[in-house]
């Protein structure tokens, strides 16, 4: 199992290496007019803006932060947002983003649509309750939100490949980022876990822990007292070792109480619907494992990978550095010689 871990690092390494070094090469110097981009959530705001808001592009949110995704609806000024956008991110699962698919494939929107359900080898969990795929922001799962970057990284500079060379920089620095301060605890912990929403779910599966109930298993059905009961047994016969609470909501304080109460550990992660970034989130996740200290919780499959992925970590750190550099030089000498022309 370890093994096929690092293999799979590895895969995820060359993917990114790869598309790092084959990126356009295009004279920094050059200015051009920024992108408006648009998202469906106002946690995917900062995420975007790390790759394109010093890059010239406006990044904006249809909702606003603590509107219940699953019940909005849009509106005549939601709809002459999006026809100013040159790129829509979505999570592809709510209503109101099922209707933005339909505007777009009908022609009346124009801009290019990132569906993050549709990202090439994304990674569903499967809900323990309904046995279903949890189709609840899978990009909460670190491995996942590098697919996210790589994609969106990838299409805003075929939409504008001005400002590629940004975006690119952008992107390793994100990637060098959560290899070295957030994948690093992949698998670390062992046990089993209660949360109280779906998109909890993918905050501590990545970590190592297997999520066995759902309080709220689907977000847009209300809490059954079945469910009530069947998280109250699971804690109290502590039968989990950690439970995964979400701010803001209604069943928080039950299953805090009840994890107060049994000795069980909890951790507390942001609102689907707040402000918080999913990499902000994620680190908010790391520091709260770290500081419970679950003795005797961690995995030993962890064995080898550690290891071998800081070496890869310095591998990619290096090379994607020479990449960079190469093509700034490459832009410079176009430059000076006047060979480069705009088109």
């Known amino acids: 199992m370890c ?54 592009d406006i990044v904006v949110s249809i909702i606003p932060p603590g509107v219940d995704i699953h019940e909005y609806q849009l509106t005549t000024e939601n709809v002459n947002l999006l026809k100013r956008a040159d790129l829509i991110v979505s999570t592809g699962h709510t209503y109101f983003e099922h209707k933005i698919r339909e505007l777009v494939e009908s022609g009346e929107l124009k801009a290019k649509l990132l569906d993050i359900l549709e990202l090439p080898g994304l990674k569903l969990s499967i809900n323990p309750v309904t046995e279903q795929p949890n ?14 970057i790589l994609n969106l990284t990838r299409l805003l500079a075929e939409i504008n490949p001005t400002s590629a060379n940004c975006y690119y920089t952008n992107y390793y620095n994100i ?12 698998n670390k912990y062992r046990g089993l876990a209660v949360v109280d929403t779906p998109h909890a779910q993918y905050y501590v599966e990545w970590a190592g822990f297997s999520v066995v109930w ?31 609470v979400t701010e803001g909501f209604q069943g928080r304080e039950l299953l ?30 790391v520091s709260q494992l770290e500081e419970l200290r679950l003795s005797g919780k961690e995995s030993t499959e962890t064995c080898v990978a550690p290891e071998i992925a800081q070496i890869s970590v310095l591998y990619l750190t290096s090379a994607l550095a020479v990449g960079v550099l190469i093509g700034v030089l490459i832009s410079e000498l176009y430059e000076r010689r006047g060979v480069w022309r705009l088109k």
């Open 175 to 186: 990637v060098s980022h959560v290899y070295t301060t957030i994948l690093v605890y992949r």
């Open 135 to 148: 189709y609840h922001v899978p990009i909460k799962d670190p491995v996942n939100y590098l697919l996210f």
């Open 3 to 56: 093994t096929m871990r690092v293999i799979t690092l590895y895969r995820g390494f060359s993917v990114i290496l790869v598309t790092l070094l084959l990126a356009p090469v295009i004279p920094t110097t050059e200015i051009t007019m920024g992108l408006v981009v648009v998202v469906t959530l106002p946690s995917l705001v900062g995420d975007v803006e790390r790759i394109a808001s010093n890059c010239g």
């Open 256 to 285: 805090i109480e009840e994890a107060v109460k049994h000795g069980v550990p909890f951790i507390s992660v942001p609102h689907y619907s707040s402000e918080v970034s999913v990499l902000e989130a994620l680190q908010v996740v």
């Open 214 to 244: 759902i309080l709220k298993y689907e977000e847009e059905t209300p809490v059954t007292v079945e469910s009530i009961e069947r998280t109250r047994q699971l804690i109290s016969s502590r039968l989990v070792d950690i439970v995964v």
